[in-house]
């Protein structure tokens, strides 16, 4: 401890007196030097009494039976500092013997050894008045003495000392008198917490534990001032420091007991604040601070319960705490879900949030503890903070499948409708990254589109909230996974708003193009239209349609607003719809976004052709996707009819093409196939006299319609064919793209893989298919031919 007296180089034996002004070698002679009327001999002799009573209990009693005592009481007062000071050492050594502490009662020094506590006085009186005291304050009677005489102010003042043997001795005394119960309510009026919090900091162990000792005494108290115990919480250093000392424990212990509830709040808080930090996490682990926390939770105080669930959420950061509060405290946490308190109610979903995220089994287990209905009402909630933890909970159960269906089934598609509109930009980014993760299941995004949920997604994508953008780019992604929902959503904008975000730099992101391009991929009529591209993987099915290239900015119309568009001289919209009549139902088309994108699973090829079936009645309708809902005829609105002749073609290439062994031979007999079927063989030279427009202008007369059937056209031009090609080799199995050019050009690309004289397998080829000038003729991509046949 600090400062200490300074002692001689050597010590004499035990029985002999160092040197003194005056030799003596007797302990007598010296205390009979305690009347001299010197100061410096006076001075002199209390030193060495000191140094004698030092070196052990045998020789303060020596003294004690010379009288020594006496002597030494009456210089308590003396007017020379020097003296004053030496002669109190001589009491704080002596008092640690339990005669000399009779003798001293007897004396009655304690009012005394108080008036030497002043603030004036020097730090080494003051370190062993408070030595004394504390050796005397064992005894009832002096610590009534101690009170009634005004010994705790400066006592607690003192706790404040540089000198931490001064601090040391204080407290300790002050731990023996908060023992009676007066004292302690005195102590109350004192303000003694923030001190005693302060010393839990201190460098010394001894010092640690008499605080939390006296911290332990004093837990009846009401004080609101433990949340100081934070500060000391932070430090790592000096939380190590209290643990090894045994004093962490003890301070848990403390709290446990305790009813009160400002100390029960305060203690929570303060481990809140305090497990910011990784080790301090890992030392109030070690030490089961978790059991402390969900012992909290059954209070009947809000604030507690508040506090609790926010330090168990700062717990949930160490994974080994994370799994004792999952498996204990989740039940638990799921009643408090039920309360009537908004607060309570949004401190405990958080908790929830913290124990599942990336923690399957504690998803498991609030599934286990009937969670998920809970959660759902917390949606209804009114706090921000509440909603948007109970959407993330919900998101981290769906992660399980059984707990994904459980949740699918009580609405959750429906309950997300309110959060979407949500002004709160927490709520609006946890709301749309529901989306995504329930989107990934079909009934799910009906569920969706049928309540109304797409608007407010799509409107998401205006937010200027990087997360909230993001999120609601996904969710538009993974529920553009199907032709119904992708139509709607385009229909709702969302299109527009994802092409302006991507031409922003700064908003630009993988999920918004992403999107983008999913919505595409599953409305192939609007992709071909804005990008001029389909790739081998976008396959055409019933309901595509050409309406040409569509300017930046344009509107894109439907197919059944185009059907209401009066006939005109522009270019005809080319319509693809070969549906079996067998598998023909009347089905629901959504209003003002029919099934026309073209992204649906493959139909068999046609049975049954001839006259008969073009004589068929008006209820034969449009393909569409089987999870549409099958609705009357009368109910229905404007639906193309089926195209017989394509039917025929896509049914021959099937007998004819489809056999032949190799994918080139496949691809060059269907481009011969096209082309007969569309006007045979152009000279190049006379492609300007291949008078297309004037067999286009007849069939929409005969149609009455600016949409054609692509099988009525007989003389195609190249954007003609390459359609039709890519429609047939989708339907039996070759793998092509469709690109458009400039001026009415378009044109299939293949890949093919050949073989090297040796017979090993070469990298793919990619070609271009001819279908005007050579049909079958493959020219290889890049070459002079190639680059020719894509333009004028």
Not at 383 to 411: F, K, M, Y
Not at 466 to 473: D, G, H, K, L
Request: with cysteine; hydrophobic share 40%; glycine share 4%.
């Amino acid at each position: 401890m600090g400062k200490k007296v300074k002692k001689e180089a050597e010590s004499p034996p035990k029985d002999v007196f160092d040197p003194l002004l005056i030799e003596s070698k007797t302990p007598a002679t010296v205390v009979l030097m305690l009347s001299s009327p010197e100061n410096e001999v006076l001075a002199k002799a209390c030193d060495a009494l000191y140094k004698f009573a030092s070196k052990g209990d045998e020789n303060k009693v020596t003294l004690l039976g010379l009288g020594a005592l006496e002597h030494l009481y009456k210089l308590l007062s003396h007017e020379d500092p020097l003296v004053r000071r030496n002669a109190i050492m001589v009491f704080g050594i002596m008092a640690s013997n339990n005669d000399v502490r009779k003798l001293l009662r007897e004396l009655d020094v304690t009012n005394s050894l108080i008036s030497q506590l002043a603030p004036e006085e020097d730090v080494v009186i003051h370190e062993f008045a408070t030595l004394c005291l504390a050796h005397m304050a064992v005894e009832y009677t002096t610590k009534v003495k101690i009170f009634e005489q005004g010994g705790l102010e400066p006592l607690i003042r003192l706790l404040g000392s540089p000198d931490p043997d001064v601090k040391k001795n204080s407290l300790e005394c002050i731990y023996l008198l908060v023992q009676d119960f007066q004292n302690r309510a005195a102590v109350r009026e004192l303000n003694v917490i923030p001190p005693l919090l302060g010393l839990l900091e201190s460098e010394y162990p001894v010092i640690q534990s008499l605080a939390l000792q006296t911290l332990e005494e004093l837990s009846n108290l009401h004080i609101e001032t433990l949340a100081v115990l934070g500060n000391c919480l932070e430090d790592v250093h000096t939380l190590q420091q209290i643990q090894l000392t045994g004093g962490l424990k003890k301070l848990i212990s403390f709290l446990e007991v305790s009813t009160v509830p400002d100390i029960q709040k305060n203690a929570a808080k303060a481990i809140t604040k305090a497990a910011y930090d990784s080790e301090i996490r890992k030392i109030l682990h070690w030490e089961e601070v978790e059991k402390f926390l969900l012992s909290l939770l059954e209070t009947n105080s809000d604030e507690v319960k508040i506090a609790a669930s926010q330090a168990i959420s700062a717990m949930c950061e160490n994974m080994d705490s994370k799994c004792v509060l999952g498996l204990q405290g989740i039940p638990q946490l799921i009643q408090l879900l039920s309360s009537d308190n908004e607060e309570v109610k949004e401190a405990v979903v958080t908790a929830l949030t913290n124990l599942t995220t990336a923690s399957p089994r504690n998803a498991s287990v609030v599934a286990e503890a009937e969670g998920i209905v809970p959660l759902m009402n917390t949606l209804n909630a009114q706090r921000d903070g509440a909603i948007s933890n109970a959407i993330a909970v919900l998101t981290n159960l769906s992660l399980q499948e059984p707990s994904r269906v459980s949740i699918q089934s009580h609405g959750i598609m429906s309950a997300l409708v309110r959060p979407l509109r949500s002004t709160n930009s927490q709520v609006q980014s946890k709301a749309a990254f529901a989306v995504a993760a329930f989107g990934c299941d079909a009934d799910a995004r009906t569920e969706l589109r049928n309540v109304g949920g797409l608007e407010p997604l799509v409107e998401l994508l205006h937010s200027k909230n990087e997360e909230v953008r993001r999120n609601a780019c996904w969710a538009v992604m993974v529920c553009g996974s199907d032709e119904l929902t992708a139509v709607e959503l385009c229909r709702l904008g969302a299109l527009d708003i994802l092409e302006e975000i991507n031409l922003s730099t700064k908003r630009k992101s993988e999920f918004s193009e992403a999107a983008l391009e999913k919505l595409l991929d599953n409305n192939l009529s609007q992709k071909y239209s804005r990008m001029g591209y389909l790739s081998s993987s976008n396959i055409i099915t019933n309901g595509f349609y050409d309406c040409g290239q569509i300017k930046h900015g344009g509107k894109f119309l439907s197919l059944e607003e185009l059907s209401k568009q009066e006939l005109t001289d522009r270019r005809a919209i080319i319509f693809i719809n070969a549906k079996p009549q067998e598998n023909i139902v009347v089905q629901k088309v959504r209003d003002a976004s029919p099934s026309v994108s073209g992204r649906s699973s493959r139909e068999k090829s046609r049975k049954g052709k001839g006259k008969k079936e073009e004589e068929k009645p008006k209820e034969v309708i449009q393909v569409t996707p089987t999870v549409q809902e099958e609705i009357n005829l009368e109910s229905s609105h404007w639906l193309p009819p089926p195209d017989f002749i394509l039917m025929d073609y896509i049914n021959d290439a099937s007998k004819t093409i489809l056999p032949l062994t190799t994918t080139r031979e496949q691809v060059v007999a269907l481009a011969q196939f096209v082309a007969d079927k569309m006007g045979g063989t152009v000279e190049r030279e006379q492609l300007h006299n291949f008078c297309w427009e004037l067999n286009m202008s007849e069939i929409e007369f005969e149609q009455k319609s600016n949409i054609v059937p692509i099988a009525k056209i007989k003389r195609g031009t190249f954007y003609h064919r390459a359609l039709l090609f890519k429609v047939i080799a989708d339907r039996i199995g070759i793998g092509c793209s469709l690109v458009r050019g400039k001026y009415n050009r378009a044109w299939n690309e293949v890949k093919l893989v050949e073989r090297s004289r040796k017979g090993l397998l070469l990298p793919p080829q990619e070609y271009i298919v001819d279908l005007m000038f050579e049909p079958g003729c493959l020219l290889k991509q890049g070459s002079a031919k190639a680059d020719q046949y894509k333009r004028i």
